[in-house]
């Protein structure tokens, strides 16, 4: 008695690959029934399909990514621009301390300052006074639709970090095409250093 032998015939396909070609032969047969207006719609969808394929795998991460990039980047020169008005202020109270504090670096300092408070887009720093015209070197700043809370929070630490006095402020509350804008405000402030003898 013999038994039967499980392995195919020697020549003989093997039967994954008698599947896949009877499945070809049904998928060919399936097409040629098809319409040409069919198979134009079926080739369409399969464009589509693969589209958004592409789309989920590929682009959207990719550009989900470069977003993400995008809302960061600023936040990150902002964090740069504060350690470098660190720097420069800390230089400047350093040179102060030691009695070297020149009126080119006080301005250098203040420039950090307002920047470190987020106020340098909406201020604009100027020489008001120097030696040539006999009285001490003074500095005023324009707000102009500055953050109110960020532009007091400034201006308090003036006398303490760079040892300047406030000899004049005009604010009043900032307003945008005739409309006010609470929490906001624009105006001048003037300051210099302390008069001789002042602590």
């Known amino acids: 008695m013999t038994r039967p032998s499980s392995a195919p015939a020697a020549g003989s396909p ?9 499945l070809n032969r049904q998928t060919r047969a399936w097409w040629a029934e098809r319409t040409s ?5 079926l080739r369409a969808a399969a464009l589509a399909v693969g589209l958004a394929l592409a789309w989920a795998a590929g ?15 600023p936040r990150l020169r902002a964090d740069a621009a504060q350690v470098d008005a660190l720097i420069l202020e800390a230089q400047a109270l350093a ?6 504090l020149d ?22 720093l100027n020489e008001i006074s120097g030696p040539e015209s006999g009285s001490p070197r003074q500095w005023e700043i324009l707000l102009s639709g ?13 006398p303490y970090l760079l040892r300047l006095r406030v ?3 005009e604010l009043r ?13 624009s105006g001048r402030i003037v300051v210099g250093p302390p008069a001789e003898g002042s602590p």
């Open 173 to 185: 509350r900032a307003s945008m095409d005739g409309r006010d804008r609470p929490g906001h405000v």
């Open 14 to 22: 093997a039967p994954w690959r008698q599947q896949l070609a009877r």
């Open 59 to 73: 682009l959207k991460p990719a550009l989900r990514d470069i977003e993400q990039v995008r809302e960061r980047l």
């Open 103 to 124: 009126a080119d670096e006080l301005a250098e300092a203040l420039g950090a300052g307002l920047r470190r408070a987020g106020l340098e887009a909406s201020a604009t």
């Open 37 to 41: 207006r069919e198979r134009l719609l």
């Open 95 to 100: 040179h102060r301390r030691s009695g070297r």
């Open 146 to 158: 500055a953050d109110a809370e960020r532009a007091m929070e400034w201006l308090s630490g003036l």
């Open 167 to 169: 000899h004049a402020v």
